[in-house]
């Protein structure tokens, strides 16, 4: 089972990126996906989760309206669309795959031990 994290690069202030997460080796439909990110000095922190039947997806409150998560069952890939990004964005971004849901409190949800499966990190960097 492999993750394969893509579509990292340097943009501008305001600019937007869309991050990829393609699955091989199982499908989405039973697992949830979630990114996180973890900047220079600083813990890994998780940013946006989806998964089957969980009532997400969910997002971290300092990218609500900035970030969407989607998924294309048909390719088994994850998309992280960013919008207006700011230079506090700026981080390696994971993704991560667990069976089953997304968890339902928060904490659990972003901890980086109750997932499974990680691709490499795809940095992204925002600068003027």
């Known amino acids: 089972l492999q993750l394969q994290a893509s579509g990292g690069g340097s943009v501008q202030p305001g600019g937007s990126l869309r991050l990829s997460c393609s699955a091989s080796?199982?499908?989405?439909?039973?697992?949830?996906i979630a990114w996180f990110r973890q900047a220079p000095g600083k813990e890994r922190e998780g940013v946006s989760c989806t998964g089957p039947g969980d009532g997400g997806p969910y997002y971290i409150d300092s990218v609500k309206g900035r970030f969407t998560i989607s998924t294309d069952f048909g390719s088994d890939t994850v998309y992280l669309q960013m919008s207006s990004l700011k230079p506090e964005d700026t981080a390696l971004y994971y993704c991560a795959a667990k069976f089953g849901p997304c968890p339902f409190t928060s904490r659990v949800r972003y901890f980086p031990g109750n997932y499974d499966y990680w691709g490499q990190g795809t940095q992204v960097t925002v600068s003027s």
């Open positions: 080796g199982f499908t989405l439909d039973s697992y949830a």
